[in-house]
Structure formats: C-alpha cells, structure tokens
C-alpha cells in the first residue's frame, strides 16, 4: 500500500474524455474523473446514468470507444482486469465475484500465482492485520457459502487489498447491507482513506454520499454534471443534478384512519426453493387503508411471503384471509378473484415480454377478453388505450412489453393490477432499478390506493421506501417476524438489529 | 410488420446457406449449381402435371407443419408428429377396411375423425408425462415414433396383410373411404383442402380467439401466464393432444388420398420433414403452408433434376437435409445470440438491466 505521503500534484487515477456506446444507448460520453490519494470521491446518478459502465472501464472489464485513463499522470491500457489490478486498481462489482465452496483465505489468494503455501500464510496474516487496522473482521478458515452479505463483501475487499490496491471501487456496496453493516463499511473506508487510498463510492443514495465522500460527481446520462467538493452541497441540489430539475417532493402522507381488517394471516409456514422451511407461524393483520411494510435482509422469506400471498406457492400450513376468502393454498386464479391485486418482485415474471402491452393489460381477466370465444380486439385495444393515459405509460397498445424501459413496465403492471381497484395488494420491490422519476409516481400510486381503502402488504429491501410509505412494520427474520414496529416510532437501529436476527428484547 | 421482416431474413438466410453449402456437392456431381437449383425449384412449376404433384406432395407437409408449428407456438416440443401421423394412417385404413358402400359423406368425415383421434391418442402419454410429472415431452414424443412403426410393421406381417399377395400391406380400402380427386387426370385429392382448412383454422384460433392467446401466452411466457391465472398444465395438454389429431389426419389423409391402403413405407418422414417446415415457416401458420409448399416443389423437383441433368435424384434429400440442419443451425445462433446479448445487459448495470432514459413526469 502506498503511504500516506504521496505527492499529492498528480492524480493516482486520472480519466479523460471516456466514453462507451452500447447500441443506441451512450453509457459514457466525455467523462472526466481524476482520483486523489486519501479521498473517497462519491460517484452518484440515477440507475442506468453510466456508473457501472465507467467503473468497469476503470477496472479493465470493458474496453472505452474513446478516452484515455492516466495513471501518476502515464497514459495507461486496460485490456483486462489483470492490467488494472496491476496498476493497483481493485474493484467491489455488484455482484460478487467470489467462489461459495472455498474458504476466505482462500478465495483471497485466488487467482495470484506464486507460491501458494506462503501465499496462504501471507493472506492468513493479512486477513489478521486487516481486521486489526480497518475493522474488516472475518474468519480466514470459513467457507463463502457460510458467510453473510455482509461478510463476503468484506472479503471482496481483503481480495482487493491482497493485491496491494491502491485505489478501490466499490460499486453500489450499501444496496445489499442492514443499516448495522453499513456503518461498520464507513468505518473501515474512513481507516483506508486515511491510510492513503483513493476511494470510488458509486450509489445513488444521497444521505450515503453527503455523510461519507470528500467530494463527489454527478452523472446523468453517461455525462458528468458536475465534480464538487461534497461539502458545498446539500442534498437537495445534489438530487436535481442527478434528474436535471428539482426533484418532486415525496407526496405527504396524509393520516387515515385504519378501517375493518382486510388481510388476515395466522399461523403461516411454507418451504422455499430447496424445500427447506422458508416461512415458520407468520402472523399479522392488515386493515383497509394501511400500509404494512416487511423488512428484513433479502432471504429471509420476504420473496416467499409475496408468493404464498399472491397464489404463486402453496403453502404448508395456515390461512390467509383475503376480503372474506380463504385463499391459502389457491392458484392465481382464484387470488385474482378474491380481489387481491399482485405486483411481483420481477415483473418480468408477471409480463410476457413477447406480447403486446394490450395483450398483456387483458391477461389477468381473459374471461373479459373477447365475446363468446372471439376475441374483442377493440375493446382490449380501447382498454390499453385508457389504461395507457391513466396511468401515462410511454407506450402504444400494440407495443412488445419487453421493449419497455423498467419504469413502463412497471406502470403497465401497476395498470393492469391497480384499476381493479383490488381490496388487497400484495407488491414486492415496486421500486427497484427505477429512475427517481417513476420511483415517485409508484409510491405516490400506492399512497392514492391506500387513501381509498386499500390493504397493502409492502415488501422492500429499501429501508427508507418502507418506512416512507408503511404505518406499521414487521420485520422477516429466518421466516419468522422478529419484530413488529410502528412507523411512526421506528428507528434504524433497532430495525437493523432484528433485521440482523436480535429478538424484540434487545 | 417486425414479424414478417424477420420471418423473411430467416428464411432468406436458411435458403442462401443451403445453396453455399450443397453447391460443391452439385459441381462434384457433374452439373451447374444454377441450373439444378432452377430445375428443382423452378422446373416443377412449369407444366400442368408437376405443378399439380407439387400440391400434392405438400399435403401431408402442411398438416405434420401446422401440427409442429401449434405445439411450439405453446412452447410444447412435440417431436412426435411421425408417429402420431402413422397412428392416423392406421385408425383411418381400419376405417376404411370396416366400411363397405356407405355413402362418403358419411364415411370420410369419420375416416378423418378416427385418424385425429388417433393421433391425439398417441400423443397423450408424453402431454400427460409432461405436464403431471414434468418429465421432458422432446425424448418421450420422440421415442414413441419408433414405436408406431413397430406397430404398422407388426399389423402388416400378421392380421393385416394382404390376404392374397401376403405382401406387408392391408387389403384396399373401400371405395367410399377414398379421398375424391379434386382435379382430373391429378392426384391432388381432398386432404388438400383439409390441409387448407386445418391451417385457416389453427391460425385463426391463435390470432383471433380468447383460447389461442392463452396459448400464446403459454408459449412465450409460461410463468406470467401462471401468474395471470391461466392454467398452463390444461393448455399444453390442449395444444399437445390438437397437435396430435392434426398430425394423425395426415396419415388418414395419406391413406385415403393417395395409397388406398396401409403401408409401411406410407410416410417419408413427413413427421420430421413437419419440423422442417414449422421452422422455417417461423410457426405463423401462413408461412407455414408456404415452407410446405416450398418443400414439396423440391421434392418434386428432385426427381426430375435427376433425369434431366443426370445427377442422382438423392440431391434432393441431401438439400433438403441441409435445409434442415441450417434451419437449426440459424435458429440456434438467433437463441444464442439472444441470449447472450441479454445476460451482458443483465450482468453489467446491475438492477438497472433496462435501460431507463426516459423523462418522467413526477406530476
Ligand atoms: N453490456 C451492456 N449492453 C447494453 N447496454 C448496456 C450494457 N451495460 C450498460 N448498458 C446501458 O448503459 C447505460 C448505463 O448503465 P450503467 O453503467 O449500468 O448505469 P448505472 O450503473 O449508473 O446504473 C444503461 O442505459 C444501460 O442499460
Ligand atoms: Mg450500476
């Protein structure tokens, strides 16, 4: 690691001019970016505004159309990770890159040549040291497969310093982490920037980038807005760089009073994919105009929930009263019938890609579709057509939905589901991979159903989404409910820690 | 439309490559690549008799074409039509072997029935295999094709075969199970209006009907299907026992319009060659029947090129094998491509696989 003390008069990393085509889309156009020794500098922008795409430039994993990267001010060539990780260059991807059946010391010297048996005994070391001096503390003798999210983004990190980085990106390290985890990050990236390391921070989480970043830029779309220090900003202007106006503050949410249960579960259980219990006794009540939101580290039986709920898994034992009928155990069919509008996790699992955007708005109620067996194509055409305007999706009727962008798929979903004006609505992550824009217009949708009586089951990895939208929380640990908490009084901390598997009393 | 431009490229594509590759083996056989491929695909077109053996032979493609074709457009894998179209044959020779001097009007309609419901028979175990025990439709459908040829074979050597000659073939039908010709001095019998009729039919119920775009939406999407409520299960055994009666009409067509009898070399693989042509008709029943159509004139074409340029007639089974192998040789690519495209978005911007680069308004 290169100490502290560095001449600071060049940049470690110094980019110019990149940019990256893909298609008709420009991820990057023009973008420059210089990397100091001791910052963490905060790359932020909505999704798809060209993060990735520049880091895995940076990192060797994608070669620009135009641009070059400096490195101590030489003109460098990446033509693969191996180039940049011997210009000192370590990256944390999104998605981990680490093999399950192997234990952490040895995932860490992966891929080094060399002597592997004082290899080992170096990583051993280093593994040690590390959690020493940055706070970065795993088991060197446990396997991936048995460690948290947490902990193998920790060891993603080991892997990085192992091969002597000396700049470091982490590409969007929060999204997967309790608040807990979180700040247990920030801890170790403080003790790394103050060791002398350049620090790339990508999220779009904006209190994240205020609270930890020397100095952050801004992309929308694929170009660099503006590169400030981070404390000439606030939030606020921040938030309208990234969408280039100011963004529409979140609707307030108006107190309603709760009306007559709608959603009565007791007692629930259901296996998950490898058959293996993912749901133990869940019980809870909705009333017609609330929110529950269901918190809890992703695999902890949210996603089961959501199917057991919208008639996609049957379960193993309980009931689910759904508006006066018992739907546990009841196919789709029967779900949609008892009123209960359902917005999966994937919503490309619950559109035809293939298929028209009429088509697809008409699916859930065939019977509706056509007179005797022909079908009606008029009125399926003037249903999307009305469909379309309500809910101003970016589209025509006759439209493959799998030409959509996220946002309009997700509207057409929420179309489809939201003008049967359903009693009950089971919604999973409505907001993932969306632009802030259409993120608002969801969450503005479901406060409007709420408002008109609707009993809403809210699932979200997004902590700030639930609580922003929910009155009451529950909180998914191992299956069971570790916690229940009002919105109102809920606080981060104690929801991070039943989100972490402590029990109510802690 | 989007479609049909791809449906031509594809099939632009599947000609160029059989061309480029069967040219070689046409120069070794002495003859100029042109001037066979003009003589197996334009020459048969030119007199009246041709032409018409031409419909003739695209009968049995159209039928086994629009069975495979229905089948994959549900994203059910029926490699079976071979035997499903034996089994008709044999359901419809026993019809038309039991009758005597009924009138035809009472008969081929029943001819037509038992070879449907033959086929459908034959069909059922995979569907139901498939869709109660999930076990996979491509190895079950195929291995009942030897089956049903064991079976025309088993019946022609013993109980059915002809009681005068001896000879592995059943006695004629009765004259009133024969298909009638529809022109003269032709072969081209009834079973090409049927063919005709069947595909107007499927094309209609899947574009226009409240059933086919549930199939459609079984094909393309099985789980959202699922999850808008649609029984999959009920609608691939649906799409797979019609799949069946369609390719069981076939062998009763075959029967009663041109061999009057059980054979066993009844069928040329017209099971298979139906695979042929739902691919490269790109399972829109129109281009369907054009790719039967297309497969046929080849056909036909082959035999005369033989004659007339004296390269052996087996040409045409080797493009037509080519047709074949490079029709699943695009398509793959096509998949490949497809998917390899798609798991790139997907790995590298993470949760924003789609691009997002539309303005919304927050109003
Ligand atoms: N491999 C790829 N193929 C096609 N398009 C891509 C690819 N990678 C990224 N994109 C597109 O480039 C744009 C920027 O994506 P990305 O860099 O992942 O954004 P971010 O990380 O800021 O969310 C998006 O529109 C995305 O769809
Ligand atoms: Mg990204």
Not at chain 1, 401 to 423: C, D, F, H, Y
Not at chain 2, 17 to 30: D, E, H, Q, R, S
Not at chain 2, 271 to 289: E, F, K, Q, S, W
Request: aromatic residues 4%; contains cysteine; charged residues 20%.
């Amino acid at each position: 690691m290169t100490a502290a003390g560095d001449s600071p008069a060049t940049p470690v990393v110094e980019l110019r001019s990149i940019s990256k085509r893909f298609g008709d889309v420009l991820a990057n156009e023009g973008v420059n970016l210089s990397l100091w020794g001791g910052e963490v500098h905060g790359v932020l922008g909505e999704n798809g505004a060209g993060k990735t795409t520049l880091m895995r430039i940076l990192y060797g994993l994608s070669i620009p159309d135009g641009g070059e990267i400096y490195v101590d001010g030489d003109l460098a060539h990446f033509a693969s990770p191996k180039d940049a990780i011997g210009a000192g260059i370590g990256m944390v991807t999104q998605h981990f890159a680490l093999v399950r059946p192997m234990t952490v010391t040895e995932n860490i010297i992966l891929g080094r040549t060399g002597g592997a048996i004082l290899d080992l005994d170096r990583a051993k070391d280093l593994v040690e040291e590390a959690a020493d001096r940055y706070g970065l503390h795993v088991e060197p003798d446990r396997r991936l497969s048995d460690l948290s999210v947490g902990e193998q983004q920790r060891v993603e990190i080991l892997k990085a310093l192992y091969r002597e980085c000396r700049v470091l990106i982490l590409d969007e390290p929060t999204a997967v982490l309790t608040p807990q985890e979180i700040r247990a990050l920030f801890a170790t990236l403080d003790r790394l920037r103050a060791s002398g390391m350049a620090i790339v921070f990508i999220s779009h989480k904006l209190p994240e980038v205020m609270e930890l970043t020397d100095r952050v830029t801004v992309l929308r779309h694929g170009k660099v807005v503006h590169t400030v220090e981070t404390d000439e900003v606030d939030a606020a202007g921040l938030a309208s760089w990234m969408v280039g106006r100011p963004a529409a503050p979140p609707e307030p949410r108006t107190h309603s009073e709760p009306g007559a249960t709608a959603l009565e579960v007791s007692d629930l259980s259901a296996v998950g994919g490898l058959d293996l219990p993912a749901l133990s006794d869940v019980n809870f009540e909705v009333a017609a105009g609330e929110i529950l939101g269901v918190a809890g580290v992703s695999g902890n039986g949210q996603t089961e929930l959501a199917e057991v709920l919208s008639g996609m898994r049957k379960p193993t034992a309980g009931s689910i009263i759904a508006d006066g009928t018992q739907i546990a155990g009841k196919g789709p069919k029967q779900v949609i019938a008892a009123g209960v509008g359902r917005i999966p996790e994937d919503r490309h699992e619950a559109l035809v890609g293939d298929m028209s955007v009429a088509n697809n708005l008409i699916l859930e109620h065939l019977d509706e579709a056509g007179k005797r067996l022909i079908l009606d194509r008029d009125r399926i055409r003037a249903n999307a057509l009305d469909l379309i305007e309500r809910f101003s999706i970016k589209a025509g009727p006759d439209d493959l939905v799998k030409t959509l962008s996220g946002g309009n798929i997700q509207k057409v979903l929420l179309a489809r589901v939201l003008v049967r004006e359903p009693r009950v609505i089971v919604v999973s992550q409505p907001t993932r991979g969306l632009d802030i824009g259409a993120t608002a217009y969801v969450r503005n949708e479901l406060l409007a159903m709420r408002r008109q009586g609707a009993a809403i089951v809210l699932m979200s990895e997004d902590l700030d989404e639930l609580l922003e939208l929910s009155d009451r929380l529950i909180v998914l640990y191992d299956g069971r409910i570790a916690g229940r908490v009002d919105a109102a009084e809920a606080d981060r901390d104690q929801l991070g820690l039943l989100m972490a598997g402590h029990t109510e009393v802690a | 439309m989007v479609k049909w431009r791809r449906g031509a490229t594809t099939a632009g594509l599947i000609l160029l490559g059989t061309f480029v590759i069967t040219a070689p083996f046409i120069m070794l056989a002495g003859a100029n690549p042109f001037a066979a491929y003009g003589e197996f695909l334009v020459s048969p077109l030119t007199s009246r008799y041709s032409g018409l053996e031409v419909l003739v032979s695209s009968i049995p493609l159209i039928l086994t074409g629009v069975s495979v074709a229905l089948a994959f457009r549900a994203g059910y894998w029926n490699i079976g039509a071979e035997g499903q179209l034996l089994m008709g044959a044999v359901a419809g020779a026993g019809v038309g072997m039991l009758v005597s001097d009924q009138s035809r009007f009472l008969v081929l309609p029943i001819v037509i029935l038992a070879g449907a419901a033959a086929g459908a028979l034959w069909a059922l175990v995979p569907a139901l295999l498939r869709v109660k025990m999930g076990i996979d439709e491509v190895v079950t459908t195929l291995l009942l094709n030897p089956v049903a040829l064991l079976i025309v074979t088993a019946l022609l050597s013993g109980p059915w075969a002809d009681p005068e000659t001896g000879f592995p073939e059943s006695e004629r039908i009765a004259e009133s199970a024969q298909f009638p010709i529809l022109v003269p001095r032709s072969r081209l019998h009834l079973g090409f209006l049927v063919g005709l009729a069947i595909a107007g039919l499927v094309w209609f119920v899947l574009s226009r009907t409240v059933a086919g775009l549930q199939v459609r939406a079984v094909g393309s999407g099985p789980k959202a299907a699922r999850f808008a409520g649609i029984s999959v299960g009920r609608t691939l055994l649906t799409v797979a026992l019609a799949s069946g009666a369609i390719a069981g009409i076939a062998g009763a067509s075959e029967v009663s319009g041109i061999q009057y009898r059980l054979t066993g070399g009844l069928s040329a693989g017209f099971g298979y060659t139906g695979i042929v042509v739902a691919t490269l008709g790109a399972l829109a029943m129109p281009t369907v029947v054009l790719a039967a159509l297309l497969l046929a004139d080849l056909n036909v074409g082959a035999g005369s090129a033989g004659r007339v340029l004296g390269v052996p007639s087996q040409l045409g089974d080797v493009i037509q094998a080519t047709v074949l192998l490079v029709t699943v040789g695009v398509l793959a690519y096509r998949r490949y491509h497809h998917k390899v495209l798609k798991s790139e978005v997907e790995e590298a911007p993470g949760e924003g696989a789609v691009p997002e680069v539309e303005e919304v308004d927050t109003s």
